[in-house]
């Protein structure tokens, strides 16, 4: 079972950036695919914010889109999030998170989040 350490959160000013880190343990890195980035800021749900497979590909929901870059290197087995143009409203504790590949009641194959770490916290606020 894999296992996952979150760093590199803390205050900063809007407008301001930060890079998130995330330690993979576990099991062999070359066998993750998908990684994943969510959020949870006070009060809401957590939500998927970014997504990066093995072969770098990456997604994006829209209210991060041209401000984070999630990238990942093998050899430090760890997984990135780069937060540029930081706005108060990306204030949240985030969470890396490796899922499965699993088939759903309705037979449809989806991604299931994993074990979860204990997250970083984010806080932008002028």
């Known amino acids: 079972q894999v296992q996952l350490v979150e760093s590199g959160g803390g205050l900063v000013q809007p407008g301001g950036s930060l890079r998130l880190s995330c330690v993979a343990s576990g099991t062999p890195f070359s066998n993750i695919d998908v990684m994943d980035w969510y959020r949870q800021a006070p009060g809401k749900q957590r939500e998927l914010v970014a997504r990066?497979?093995?072969?770098?590909?990456?997604n994006y929901i829209d209210a991060v889109k041209g401000r984070f870059t999630v990238s990942r290197d093998n050899a430090k087995h760890t997984l990135y999030l780069q937060m540029n143009n930081l706005k108060e409203e990306d204030t949240a504790v985030y969470y890396c998170?490796?899922?499965?590949?699993?088939?759903?009641?309705?037979?449809?194959?989806?991604?299931?989040?994993?074990?979860w770490g204990q997250g970083t916290q984010v806080t932008v606020s002028s």
């Open positions: 998170n490796v899922p499965t590949l699993t088939r759903t009641e309705g037979g449809l194959m989806s991604y299931k989040p994993g074990i």
């Open positions: 990066i497979t093995a072969g770098g590909s990456s």
